[in-house]
């Protein structure tokens, strides 16, 4: 914009950026790595953590035979655990990704277990 009187300005002002941090790779708990499970059902365990303390995180979590596992056991779960169904002699793979609903996710490594 121009004037007749004096020169113009366009000011803004700069606040504090927001930064969101990914979230933390996701941690095993259970079953431990490359553990045989006797059992029919087993419950997979993690945890996970975000330097934003105020972010509410929630879990993707694929599942099966395939390595890496492309299969969706759940989507957008709140919780860090998920009991499957297992079937005997077979090798399952699987892994979760945190997100942070904010558009932060972290897609954790294949883990591994054996049934008997």
């Known amino acids: 914009a121009s004037s007749n009187y004096s020169s ?6 700069e606040g504090v950026g927001v930064t969101n941090h ?7 708990v259970s079953p431990v790595l490359n553990s045989v499970q006797t059992t029919a059902t087993v419950n997979l365990q993690w945890t996970a953590s975000d330097v934003d303390t105020s972010d509410t995180l929630t879990y993707d979590v ?14 957008n779960q709140s919780t860090s655990s998920l009991n ?6 077979t090798k399952y793979y699987w892994k979760v990704v945190v ?9 954790g ?3 591994s277990f054996v049934t008997d």
């Open 8 to 13: 113009t300005f366009n000011l803004y002002t």
């Open 22 to 28: 990914l979230p933390f790779s996701p941690v095993l």
């Open 62 to 75: 694929f599942f099966g035979t395939a390595n890496p596992p492309t299969a969706s056991a759940s989507a």
């Open 84 to 89: 499957r169904t297992v079937s005997a002699s």
């Open 99 to 107: 997100k942070d609903g904010k558009g932060g996710q972290t897609i």
């Open 109 to 111: 490594q294949v883990w």
